[in-house]
T-cell receptor, first 114, second 114 residues
Framework: ETGVTQTPRHLVMGMTNKKSLKCEQH?????MYWYKQSAKKPLELMFV???????ENNSVPSRFSPECPNSSHLFLHLHTLQPEDSALYLC?????????????FGSGTRLTVV | AQSVTQLGSHVSVSEGALVLLRCNYS??????LFWYVQYPNQGLQLLLK??????LVKGINGFEAEFKKSETSFHLTKPSAHMSDAAEYFC????????????FGSGTRLLVRP
């Protein structure tokens, strides 16, 4: 148990589907993040939320839509994805967006777009 | 802007041998530096972090890393490799400025031979 829980662990979806990834943390952290991990590419920061406000949208296509209803939950809504969006999507949290804080990661959702 | 470079996408050692994983950073301001480990089908777990205190940082599972400003390096070492150390290791940097981003290297996969 890492303190950050992601569901589902695996997801297969067609290009016309709509699905959502869920992330939950009960660490009392104020910042949450979505990262994309593709094979043979560095981890890509997608979104940053601090105190439920989005503070970063790292040029992510609009087919990815984040939502942070409260400081414990973070969602990533997916629609009309492309096969190249297949990847491991990692959620992380930190005490704050301050520099000294490391992240606590969830186990990720392995997404396959067919 | 901050960045990290990990030399060697794969490192192979024998069980009981020294582990050395290399990380060089680039930062216009003094950095905070992190090492994370990722086991198969898992998220990233924090091994250790440097936050401008002691230059030799000890982490979990017997790993340690030394911050060398003159070499802009933060290499990860372990005196004696165990089979359970086989995983992917990521170096990350965060600048001591207003940036809250954690920038990751491309990772080094550690293989441990019996």
């Amino acid at each position: 148990e890492t303190g950050v829980t992601q569901t589902p662990r695996h997801l297969v979806m067609g290009m016309t589907n709509k699905k959502s990834l869920k992330c939950e943390q009960h660490l009392g952290h104020n910042a949450m993040y979505w990262y994309k991990q593709s094979a043979k590419k560095p981890l890509e920061l997608m979104f940053v939320y601090s105190l439920e406000e989005r503070v970063e949208n790292n040029s992510v296509p609009s087919r990815f839509s984040p939502e942070c209803p409260n400081s414990s939950h973070l969602f990533l809504h997916l629609h009309t994805l492309q096969p190249e969006d297949s990847a491991l999507y990692l959620c992380a949290s930190s005490q704050d967006t301050g520099q000294a804080y490391g992240y606590t990661f969830g186990s990720g959702t392995r997404l396959t777009v067919v | 802007a901050q960045s990290v470079t990990q030399l060697g996408s794969h490192v192979s050692v024998s069980e009981g041998a020294l582990v050395l994983l290399r990380c060089n950073y680039s930062s216009s301001v003094p950095p905070y530096l992190f090492w994370y480990v990722q086991y198969p089908n898992q998220g990233l777990q924090l091994l250790l972090k440097y936050t401008s205190a002691a230059t030799l940082v000890k982490g979990i599972n017997g790993f340690e890393a030394e911050f060398k400003k003159s070499e802009t390096s933060f290499h990860l070492t372990k005196p004696s490799a165990h089979m359970s150390d086989a995983a992917e290791y990521f170096c990350a940097v965060r600048g001591m400025d207003s940036s809250y981003k954690l920038i990751f290297g491309s990772g080094t996969r550690l293989l441990v031979r019996p």
